[in-house]
């Protein structure tokens, strides 16, 4: 058990920091995530609708892309969608820290051809969460 | 002395309430993720004298579509159906060897399960009391059996807890309650309960611990033949001159209440988790073909729905194929049910009015993850006579369940490697399927050690990864269905919603069809007092 753990660790040293899509992620145990930057947030959880590169997705609906999003340039959206959702995609205040949706959110609005340079904060982040 | 008896009793007491507390709270918290009512369904329902010539369009050939589409050509309607997939059923999926399943994204997954062998990614059970659901399988002749819930063989399993080691189900059920048991009886008779009981209460009471709890005359929960015949013996009995039964040791009461082993126990005692429970034969899409027959010919599939328009003359829907060639089409009807899951329903151009269109947009649909996983031979029944049911561990992957069908069968076999909701089922959904595979082996093998060999193919699904769903199902919240439940159900112009989403039963195909009987059935008195349709 232990020594699972470890290798775990371990591993997730190696593991290079723009390398998540392809190797074994650290899985979260506290119930909540326990990802601590937002590269980790965005390619352990985001990813899984709007995919690896932003791209977003078709099927009998869609997944927003992300990358080149010109809807980011005012960051209380982007933390709106995170914190609380809207339609189909659920919030994630249940899940993530105030201080883990700024990191992601910043992430997001940094990467992906997103080059927005007001960084976001956990105060930002508590005008909308409100705790 | 008396005192220090006393405030060790009182501990214990409120360890002992600490510990059901938890329990109850719980099952509060799982309740209202699917709530724990009796299907409302009447067995006689039939609809008849459509006014001639009015038509009703289906949107989605999942069980509520078709639900509709039967009973509302029953009753006279002229019915159309537009289905995204090449095939019906929508959640109610089955997956066999040789099938493929592309996903959001683009990641294909070729299913490689021997024959006979398969996964339902979505509902994969069906309570006694969901009977809507069976009377139509018994109408259509779907072959059930019984789907082994709870499993006192199975394991119970944490990382945390007697050094990462499974324990067996009915030795922590057993434990659990025989612990509780001695507990009570010492408050009893450390009178820590006289002001609650009269003497005869408390004689009483001790007398229903000893039985429930396999008490011994001291009101002890020890190593004993009576504890045995509850949690399993060391050494069962035989015959002949085989060793006679030797007891086992009953788990440390603080090891077990640290565990929190025992909160897996009272899942099985869940309304909807209670004996019996069935499976269709072969699959949940049994029961999606059992409808096929009866309606497919209705069916227009590969139509992905871009458009619902409305006026008082009639409904317009715009569709074009699902892989996105070719030109809109349109197909117009008199009335229209939409089954569409509202993750994709929100995303469309739709006339309806502003609170029905906000109902629509208030429902963000649940996350959650299944893997089935096939290994060279069914060890679970070979190495440790686990017959269906289902094992629990703290690791991602939640749970593991047996197939309860073909025991005992040689060759191989599929089992489910994990089933998760919560953060660690986005964590999979993020990942590519194979890594999903990967992973659910790594965290069953701690569990089944034979994981490591005897493990061959795998398949796996997270719902938003779902093309045609986006999401495993509506997950409505006590405010959420106080403001927007009843907008969202009303007969809005010639436009009604049908769906688990628009039910109090949500993920459970019970939901599904409930909720497309009384959308049908209102749907229709509505109709039959308009004034005809121009």
């Known amino acids: 058990m232990r020594r699972f753990f470890a290798t775990g660790i371990l591993l997730s040293i190696l593991v290079s920091a723009s390398a998540f899509a392809a190797d074994a992620p650290q899985l979260s145990t506290s119930g909540k995530f326990d990802e601590t930057s937002g590269e980790a947030l965005f390619h352990q959880v985001c990813q899984g609708c709007h995919m690896s590169q932003a791209e977003g997705s078709h099927g009998a609906g869609t997944y927003p892309t992300l990358a080149k999003n010109p809807k980011l340039a005012a960051k209380i959206y982007p933390i709106y969608m995170v914190t609380s959702g809207q339609g189909g995609m659920p919030g994630f205040k249940k899940y993530m820290s105030d201080q883990q949706i700024a990191m992601v959110v910043d992430y997001v609005r940094t990467h992906f051809g997103n080059n927005y340079s007001d960084t976001v904060t956990v105060e930002d982040v508590r005008t909308v969460s409100q705790r | ?534």
């Not at chain 2, 073909?289 to 328009?309: C, D, H, P, S």
């Not at chain 2, 117009?332 to 151009?349: E, F, K, R």
């Not at chain 2, 809005?492 to 989403?501: F, N, P, Q, T, Y």
Request: proline share 4%; with cysteine.
């Open chain 2, 1 to 534: 002395m008396q005192e220090n008896r006393m405030t060790l009793s009182r501990r214990q007491v409120l360890n002992w309430i600490g510990v059901t507390a938890g329990a109850a709270a719980m099952y509060q918290a799982m309740s209202s993720l699917s709530f724990a009512a009796e299907s409302n369904y009447d067995r006689s329902f039939a609809l008849s004298g459509a006014p001639e010539g009015t038509s009703v369009l289906v949107l989605g050939a999942g069980l509520a579509g078709m639900t509709a589409a039967y009973e509302l050509r029953k009753a006279g309607y002229q019915v159309k159906v537009l289905e995204f997939n090449a095939k019906p059923g929508g959640r109610c999926w089955t997956l066999r060897g040789g099938d493929r399943f592309t996903e959001l994204g683009g990641a294909t997954q070729h299913c490689e399960f021997d024959k006979g062998l398969y996964l339902n990614p979505g509902p994969w059970r069906i309570p006694y009391h969901h009977h809507a659901v069976l009377d139509y399988c018994h109408k259509f002749g779907v072959a059930l059996e019984p789907f082994v819930q709870v499993n006192y063989n199975a394991m119970v399993h944490s990382t945390k807890a007697f050094g990462g080691k499974p324990q067996r189900y009915r030795e922590v059920q057993a434990d659990f309650q025989g612990h509780v048991a001695e507990l009570l009886s010492k408050a009893v008779n450390q009178k820590a309960l006289d002001q609650a009981l009269t003497q005869e209460d408390r004689e009483r009471l001790l007398e229903v611990m000893r039985s429930w709890g396999a008490l011994d005359a001291n009101g002890s929960y020890r190593k004993s033949l009576e504890t045995s015949l509850r949690r399993g013996f060391a050494v069962d009995t035989g015959g002949g001159l085989m060793p006679e039964a030797v007891p086992s040791e009953p788990l440390d009461r603080k090891a077990l209440l640290d565990s929190n082993l025992w909160q897996s126990i009272a899942t099985g005692q869940e309304y909807e988790f209670q004996t019996s429970i069935f499976q269709p034969v072969g699959g949940m899409d049994m029961i999606a073909r059992a409808f096929e027959k009866q309606v497919g010919k209705l069916i227009r599939y590969n139509a992905k729905v871009t458009r619902i328009q409305q006026s008082d003359k009639g409904v317009t829907v715009t569709f074009q194929n699902s892989d996105g060639a070719g030109d809109s089409l349109q197909e117009n009807a008199d009335w229209c049910v939409c089954t569409l899951p509202l993750s994709i329903l929100g995303q469309l151009p739709i006339d309806v009015s502003a609170p029905m269109m906000s109902a629509i947009r208030a429902v963000p649909y649940e996350s959650s993850v299944k893997v089935g996983l096939q290994f060279k031979r069914r060890f679970w029944e070979q190495d440790e006579h686990i017959y269906g049911g289902i094992s629990y561990t703290d690791t991602p992957i939640g749970r593991i369940s047996y197939p309860s069908a073909d025991y005992g069968k040689p060759g191989k076999g599929v089992l489910l490697g994990g089933y998760l909701f919560g953060p660690n089922s986005y964590e999979f959904t993020a990942m590519q399927p194979e890594m999903r595979v990967k992973k659910a082996v790594e965290y069953g093998a701690l569990v089944h050690p034979q994981y490591t060999s005897e493990f061959e193919n795998g398949i796996a699904v997270g719902w938003h990864r779902v093309p045609w769903t986006n999401g495993c199902y509506g997950l409505w919240t006590e405010e959420s269905r106080q403001q927007h439940y009843k907008n969202l159900c009303q007969i809005d112009g010639r436009i009604v919603l049908a769906g688990e989403h628009a039910s109090y039963i949500p993920a459970w195909m019970e939901g599904a069809i409930l909720s497309s009987l009384d959308a049908i059935k209102r749907l229709h008195t509505h109709i039959v007092a308009s004034p005809k349709a121009a």
